[in-house]
């Protein structure tokens, strides 16, 4: 089975340039999180949905970030415009039900120069 | 300030020997999980505990809630270098068992 898809694996960009950072999560799950992790504040969860609908967007650090779920089988993750503090490694992730297991995508790789 | 601190950070140990990775915190947890990271990937899961002092074995793996489900750890026995990697603890609180609060992490190495 396939796992958690994400797009781009790496991307180097200017600051000042929108990032679009796409998932597809594993088919029948219906939780999707985006978590961003850095040496400095480890493993953040920035927004989560369930069943398309988002849940809890607490973690958003500013505007320039968004997130939105059209259907059950994709996700995108937004920065516009983008600034070398949200160089990172982006993760996305899907569960099934609650408590269950988070299982991880292999991260989208970000440096913003 | 993280809700759940790890310690030690970073732990460079031998082949064979034993170790002990703490995750604590002040707040209560609905569950706590534990997670494996390896370079260049994502986490992935080890083991979730949902009682308070429940401990539960993985192999040469032992994990253990707190009574009060404030805290856990993880105890592995003869370590070996395929268990290098970034171990991660996650909580959801009692408040909100959908959202997961992980820790910061405590980076093993194993040498051979």
């Known amino acids: 089975d396939a796992g958690v898809i994400q797009s781009p694996r790496h991307e180097v960009t200017e600051m000042g340039q929108e990032v679009t950072l796409r998932c597809k999560p594993i088919s029948g799950h219906d939780y999707l999180f985006w978590y961003r992790q850095t040496m400095m504040r480890g493993l953040e969860l920035l927004i989560y949905?369930?069943?398309?609908?988002?849940?809890?967007d607490s973690g958003m650090p500013e505007d320039r970030f968004s997130a939105k779920m059209p259907n059950a089988s994709f996700s995108t993750l937004k920065i516009q415009p983008s600034e070398p503090r949200d160089s990172a490694v982006y993760f996305c992730?899907?569960?099934?039900?609650?408590?269950?297991?988070?299982?991880f995508g292999e991260g989208s790789w970000l440096t913003v120069v | 300030t993280q809700l759940l601190e790890q310690s030690p950070q970073f732990l460079s140990i031998q082949e064979g020997e034993n170790l002990t990775v703490y995750c604590n915190s002040s707040?209560?947890?609905?569950?706590l999980q534990w997670y494996r990271q390896e370079p260049g990937e994502g986490p992935v899961l080890l083991v979730t505990?949902?009682?308070?002092?429940e401990v539960k074995k993985l192999k040469r793996l032992t994990f253990q809630f707190g009574d009060a489900r404030k805290d856990s750890s993880l105890h592995i026995t003869a370590a070996q270098p395929g268990d290098t990697g970034l171990y991660l603890c996650a909580g959801a609180k009692v408040d909100n068992f959908n959202k997961f609060y992980f820790g910061s992490g405590t980076k093993l190495n194993v040498k051979p």
């Open positions: 992730a899907s569960s099934p039900v609650v408590r269950n297991t988070i299982y």
């Open positions: 949905f369930n069943n398309n609908v988002p849940i809890d």
């Open positions: 505990v949902v009682t308070g002092g």
């Open positions: 707040s209560v947890f609905s569950s």
